[in-house]
Every structure is written in C-alpha cells, then in structure tokens.
C-alpha cells in the first residue's frame, strides 16, 4: 500500500496535547463581554481565553477562512505601503499544518453552541485533510456539506501554452459540519426570478395508490404527482378559470388576484400527461454549488480578502438575528462586517496586526471590546 511521504499524518495529530492546563489566568483576566469581541492573539490563546471567560457553548456560527496550506505569504496593499500580512508557509509538511488547525478545529467545537455549526474555507491544498480531521472531531454524522464556491479572479493562465500539465483550479472548498446531528435549518432560499411554467403531472416514481383516473385514464406505471383530492381541485379550478376568465387576465394574474393559492392542472391534446402549474418565483432553495455569487472581493488591499456576498450568505441562512457569530481567523474582517450588517454579535481574532488594522478601519464607529492576549 502507498505510504505517505511524511507519515504518520494521522497518528501525529492524534499525538497532539492542547489541553486548558497552561492557561491559568488572572482574575484580571476574566472579563464579562457584552459587546462585540475583537481579539489580537494566537487563536489557540484567543479560545481558551473565550473558553474561560464565558463562551463555552455559547458561539452559534463559527466561520474560518485558515491558511491554505498554500506555501505562499500574503501582504496587505495600501496606496502607500505594502505590509506583510501573514505566512502559509510550512516547509511541505502537511503534518506542520495539520498540527496548528487540528488543535483549534477541536477548541472551536468546545465553543460551539448546541445548535451551532462550523464552515471552514479552503482549497485543494489540504481540504481533503482537513475533512478527515474535522471528521473525527465533530463526528462523520455532523458533516452537512462541501460547498463549491467559486476562486478569485485569476485567469486561466493555460492559453499560452502549447501543452499543459493539468486544468486550471476555479473553485474552493467551504466545509460544513454542524455539532450535532439534530440541528436543524430553515430552508436555504435566495432570491430569484423564476418564471410560471407547466410541467408534466406524471412522474416515473413507482406508486401504485397514485395511479388514479383524471381526464378520463389512469397511468400505467409510475405515478401522478399529488393526491387525488388536490389534482381534481387543481384541475376544477383551471376549467372555471379557462371558461370564465381567460379571455381577461392571462393565468398569472388571474392566480395574483385570487390570492396566489390557486393550483392547477390541464390537459391539452397534443400532450400525452396532463400538465400541472408552477406559479413564479422570486426565491429558490440553493443547492452546495454558489457559482452565483463571487467568494473573493478586492476592495481593502488584503490579498485574502472573502465577499461580503459570501459571508452574508452564510451568516443570513444558517444563523438567526443576535446570535453569536465568530471568525477567529478575521484577516480583513469580512464575517465581523456582514455580521454587523446582519444583527448579529459577532467575535473576531487574529494574530496578524496587518490584519486587524484593516478590519478596524472597516469597523469605523461600530462598538466592539478590543483585546490583546
Ligand atoms: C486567509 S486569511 C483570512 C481572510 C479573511 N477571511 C478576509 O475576508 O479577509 C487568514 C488569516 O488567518 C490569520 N491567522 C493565521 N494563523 C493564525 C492563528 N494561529 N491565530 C490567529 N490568526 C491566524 C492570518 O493572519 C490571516 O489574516
């Protein structure tokens, strides 16, 4: 079997000891935060200092946005000025990487709130090792989903070339897991504008109570899509419209002035299945595919800098108003910013002063508690 060129990858996380022994604090230390949370420090310090002043199970939606594990450092572009933000350098030994985020992937599930879940951005670096850990620690059960989201701007570099070694990478990976199995959510809905359209009433799925008679047959095999009752409404409340009202309103506003509850069902005679009414929409449900919105935004000068599309999409669907929500790796502070936007209590830490100088200026007035551990 193939071994891992730096093994053991696993065992060695395994071996990891980031207990809350050496974090005996002051009682000057321990602070009661109402406000907003802005935290200057190594983030395994920042949790443990969250973990002992309050928050323990408290934090309802954890965003992280880590190093890549790209082998690459990241600066912060200003008119003036270019600054060093970070490094994701780790000398090619995942183990090194492995060995900073295990510890404060396991910390951040200790803060998580019982309803609460955890999306952690990445790429092809090192999501699929990632995914592994975050398995073990949150447990397979609570994996929600691997969400596509799309990269920055960069551009497909591969035309100049005459013959090419692989295909451009557009696309990152957001991991979803929640704490535990039970949580649930509202419906994912985004706004759309999906036009009123007919489909067929007969679907191929195999059940035969379905297979009642309207217009005078019953299908064969497969089935019609709704009950009985509900299909001869449907189709009563077509042929009343059809004989009295289509000469004056096209469907979609006679079902406006109805009250937008009328279903329906007809059966036109080049059509082999009747077809019943999809009314139009201005939302739909999104699947783990957002190529609909950008994940990269350029607007502070800091290289890494996540949209606020993004964010406040994630924030917007998977946590309520006044809830807690936290990026303990904040970079330029996107997820504190939607989340201020969206009513909701936010927490961000960062060990890179670059960085927090950008989210500052960001924040502007908003109120928030600043902290340097
Ligand atoms: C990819 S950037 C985050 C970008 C951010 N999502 C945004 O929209 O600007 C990663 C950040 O993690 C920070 N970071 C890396 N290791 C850290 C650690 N151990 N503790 C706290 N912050 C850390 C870096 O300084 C960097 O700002």
Not at 71 to 88: E, M, N, P, V
Not at 298 to 323: D, Q
Request: hydrophobic share 35%.
């Amino acid at each position: 079997m193939r071994q891992f060129r730096n093994t053991p990858i696993r065992q060695s996380w395994k071996k990891r000891e980031f207990d809350l022994e050496p974090l005996v604090v002051s009682r000057t230390q321990t602070k009661v935060h109402d406000e907003n949370l802005l935290i200057l420090a190594d983030n395994l310090k920042a949790m443990k200092y969250l973990l002992l002043n309050g928050f323990k199970e408290k934090i309802d939606l954890v965003y992280i946005d880590p190093p890549f594990y790209s082998g690459a450092s990241y600066y912060h572009r200003a008119s003036k000025r270019t600054d060093l933000a970070f490094k994701d350098t780790w000398s090619n030994q995942v183990n090194l990487y492995m060995n900073m985020i295990y510890p404060r992937l396991s910390l951040i599930r200790s803060l998580l709130s019982r309803e609460g879940s955890i999306f952690v951005h990445l790429d092809w670096h090192a999501s699929h090792y990632v995914k592994i850990a975050m398995d073990e620690i949150f447990g397979i059960e609570n994996f929600r989903n691997e969400i596509i989201v799309k990269r920055g701007r960069k551009k497909n570099l591969l035309y100049q070339f005459e013959k090419v070694d692989r295909m451009h990478t557009a696309n990152d990976i957001i991991l979803w897991y929640s704490k535990y199995p039970s949580t649930k959510f509202c419906k994912p809905l985004v706004p759309a504008d999906l036009k009123s359209k007919w489909m067929s009433f007969w679907s191929n799925t195999n059940r035969p109570t379905m297979r009642y008679s309207i217009f005078g047959s019953a299908p064969q095999r497969g089935q019609w899509k709704w009950s009985k009752e509900r299909a001869n409404k449907a189709i009563q409340n077509y042929e009343l419209y059809a004989k009295k009202y289509e000469m004056n309103y096209p469907l979609e506003e006679y079902w406006e002035k109805q009250g937008r509850i009328l279903e329906f069902i007809r059966k036109r005679s080049t059509v082999k299945y009747p077809e019943y009414w999809i009314p139009p929409k201005t939302r739909k449900i999104i699947d783990n595919l957002w190529l609909d919105i950008e994940s990269y935004n350029y607007s502070t000068g800091f290289s890494t800098e996540k949209h606020n599309a993004l964010l406040e999409r994630i924030i917007g669907l998977f946590s309520i108003p006044n809830s807690i929500v936290s990026d303990l790796f904040c970079g330029s502070g996107t997820a504190l910013v939607a989340a201020e936007k969206m009513g909701r209590r936010w927490i961000g830490c960062d060990s890179s002063e670059v960085a927090l100088s950008v989210v500052k200026e960001r924040l502007g007035k908003t109120r928030y508690d600043f902290v340097t551990l």
